[in-house]
């Protein structure tokens, strides 16, 4: 069969239904490719917004926790504003006050408390102060300080008045500082009812049993009391139970504690007391002499210029007299500063004539090793052994003593080291030959009008051993337990004798809690007159 001819053939159907399923499968494509592209961009958004979301709420958290002292630092922040007109509206409510201008002062009161009131609830919400909380405050304020300054407030009243203020306010801040001082040094000066109670028990059993006095009248006559082969210490003091601590911790850390003296010297009042404390008690066989500073009748006024000036009516007053002067610190009110005890040291050749060498001890002192080794160092000719405190910048002659009167500055130097009080080696010969006792009462002569020292015993003492001080080993002797917190426990394990110096003794509640148990371990707590003390 013939076929036509190509331009009379029919199309071909085949092909067009191929043409229009692939331009639909086109179409399909495109609208899966606008599909795709079009829930991506959903997404993007969707994650976005939770992420601006977080950010917006992150900002909040932010606003949140605002500190308010930056705030008021900031010159821009309204809660600088507010505390600036805050401080002038306080200092014009004193000044209307002043002038009776009684219903300005009450209005800008007012509006302080409103202002003080703003600053406290942002500090509490941490949020910064707005434009409309800080407006109607700043606006009211302002008003009224204008108005104070139109009644003639005018800033050179303010800046008087507000000066005659502070100064008065100084003036109260030092009179409290003095008056919290001073009762800090009432109660160091107090004794504990409990040793008063223990006090009490001895001065008792001193009264009633004739057998304690007749065996301390044996003991006085003891050849131990002046064997220059044996080693003497010496202690003046009316604390008992501290002068028992110093004892009790010498003897138990000596190597052979028999061939100790001890010599106490106390007042009349305790002589008794101190007698039937160390005649009942034993210190591991230890020899213990007590003295009443009364039997030492050649300590009078007539020799010593010391008990002479300690009982000048004007010498007591200006000890006791409220108002002394107020640069004087009050450590040195303490009555101990007026007790001849006090400067028995400076008599000690003439107290003990036949000894050649001895420790003083004060009563606020631990002992914790040997000390019989201080006896066989060489003093080089010196006739005092101490340790030198000047590792301290201000422990140096010219913090005790006047360098602006010629007798001092002509013969000290200013810069010399100073040394403690509290445990001494004394070479009794040393100090006869070269008269030191005489250096003491001519200083104490000269300063008759206490022009070249204040109070204390520590002035003379630098100008009397002068050029006859020996400088030990620092680790004989650690000072500072009484008032520093922070002593170097490495020191303190160190040393031979630690001294509780300063206000806070260790027999006393405001001893430093840190350093008692190491006086407390020297005490006999299991004593029954202790133990009954400590239950009253």
């Known amino acids: 069969m013939r076929r036509r001819a190509a331009d009379y053939r029919r199309p071909v159907r085949r092909r067009l239904k191929c043409w229009i399923c692939s331009l639909l499968g086109i ?23 939770p992420i601006l979301e977080r950010e917006s709420r992150n900002e909040e958290v932010v606003r949140e926790h605002v500190n308010l002292t930056q705030e008021i630092s900031s010159a821009n922040s309204y809660a600088r504003q507010l505390a600036e007109q805050m401080t002038l509206a306080k200092a014009y409510v004193v000044i209307a006050k002043e002038h009776k201008n009684l219903h300005l002062a009450w209005e800008l009161s007012s509006k302080i408390r409103s202002c003080q009131f703003l600053l406290s609830k942002a500090a509490m919400k941490e949020e910064p102060i707005s434009l409309n909380e800080a407006e109607p405050i700043i606006q009211s304020l302002s008003s009224l300080i204008f108005k104070a300054q139109d009644a003639h407030y005018d800033i050179a009243t303010t800046m008087m008045t507000m000066k005659s203020h502070v100064q008065a306010l100084e003036e109260r801040a030092n009179a409290a500082s003095v008056q919290s001082m001073m009762f800090g040094q009432l109660t160091a000066e107090s004794l504990p009812k409990n040793l008063h109670c223990l006090e009490i028990k001895l001065m008792a059993d001193w009264l009633v049993k004739k057998s304690l006095q007749d065996f301390a009248d044996e003991r006085k006559n003891s050849p131990r009391l002046v064997d220059n082969n044996l080693y003497h210490f010496c202690i003046f003091s009316d604390n008992l139970l501290a002068i028992s601590a110093v004892v009790n911790s010498t003897v138990s850390n000596a190597e052979h504690p028999k061939q100790l003296v001890f010599h106490i010297v106390t007042d009349a009042i305790h002589n008794g007391m101190m007698q039937a404390w160390f005649l009942n008690n034993d210190f591991k066989s230890s020899t213990v002499e007590v003295q009443n500073i009364e039997d030492l009748t050649w300590l ?28 004087i610190e009050p450590k040195f009110w303490n009555p101990k500063y007026i007790s001849l005890l006090n400067h028995l040291r400076f008599y000690v050749p003439e107290i003990y004539p036949q000894l050649e060498k001895i420790v003083f001890l004060d009563d606020d002192v631990v002992v914790q090793k040997d000390l019989t080794p201080l006896f066989s160092l060489d003093l080089h000719g010196n006739v005092n052994g101490a340790v030198e405190t000047c590792l301290e910048a201000f422990h140096r002659y010219y913090k005790y003593l006047n360098f602006s009167d010629p007798l001092i500055s002509s013969r000290f130097d200013p810069q010399a080291c100073d040394w403690a009080f509290g445990m001494n080696v004394f070479d009794l010969m040393a100090w006869r030959k070269e008269n030191v006792t005489a250096r003491y009462h001519y200083w104490l002569e000269q300063n008759a009008d206490r022009t070249l020292w204040k ?24 000072l500072g337990l009484g008032y520093d917190l922070n002593v170097d426990s490495r020191l303190i394990e160190s040393a031979a004798v630690i001294h509780f110096n300063g206000n806070m003794k260790p027999w006393l509640k405001l001893g430093i809690t840190r350093y008692r ?17 400590a239950t009253h």
């Open 27 to 49: 179409f399909l494509i495109a609208g899966f490719i606008l599909f795709v592209v079009h829930h991506h961009h959903d997404q993007e958004d969707h994650v976005e917004q």
């Open 300 to 327: 009078n006024s007539s020799y010593s210029p010391a008990l002479k000036q300690l009982r000048e009516v004007d010498s007591r007053k200006y000890y006791f007299d409220g108002s002394q002067d107020t640069s």
């Open 455 to 478: 109070l204390g015993t520590l002035p003379p003492g630098l100008l009397a051993f002068y050029g006859l001080t020996e400088p030990l080993d620092r680790r004989w002797h650690v």
């Open 517 to 533: 148990p190491l006086w407390e371990r020297y005490v006999n707590l299991t004593h029954p007159y202790l133990r009954d003390c």
